[in-house]
């Protein structure tokens, strides 16, 4: 269980590095719910362009219970081994949206990165994500603000 979280982990971080074969673009005006109700495959990817010009990247996965508390501890355990001069700057092991149950790490790489990492995973209505995106510093406020907005439709 603590390979496959680490693993995850490792996934979202390097979310981005690559094109994923399923994805599909939602604009910011669409209703997250609207975008992802279709499909309901484990490993689907869709990105949502929210109006900061940033793109949240969601992926879906099994739920289990307890699973925003376990992918937050296992980020809180394996960000310091992949990136050792990390700073963590917003942490949540459990929240809620609504309906929507969450986990959230806000985190620079390293004391020099530009960009903010944010990431965690939301459940909702018996279904989760791993959700994704960066974006600079000082927006970083903005943007988490649009990204619990698109978290809290999920339900």
């Known amino acids: 269980m603590k390979h496959l979280l680490l693993t995850t982990i490792a996934a979202v971080v390097l979310v981005g590095?690559?094109?994923a074969q399923q994805s599909s673009v939602v604009k910011s005006s669409e209703s997250v719910k609207q975008a992802i109700q279709p499909q309901s495959e484990e490993g689907v990817h869709h990105t949502i362009e929210?109006?900061?010009?940033?793109?949240?990247?969601?992926?879906?996965?099994?739920?289990?219970?307890?699973?925003p508390h376990s992918y937050f501890d296992q980020g809180i355990d394996s960000i310091p081994l992949i990136h050792p001069h990390h700073r963590i700057l917003v942490k949540r092991r459990y929240g809620r949206l609504g309906q929507t149950s969450y986990s959230l790490i806000v985190f620079l790489e390293s004391s020099t990165a530009d960009e903010v990492d944010i990431s965690g995973v939301a459940v909702a209505s018996h279904k989760a994500w791993v959700y994704h995106t960066k974006t600079d510093l000082v927006s970083m406020t903005a943007t988490l603000q649009l990204v619990n907005e698109k978290l809290s439709q999920l339900s």
């Not at 929210?50 to 699973?67: D, V």
Request: charged share 20%; aromatic share 0%.
């Open 17 to 19: 590095c690559g094109e």
């Open 50 to 67: 929210l109006a900061s010009g940033t793109n949240l990247s969601l992926e879906e996965i099994q739920n289990n219970r307890g699973l």
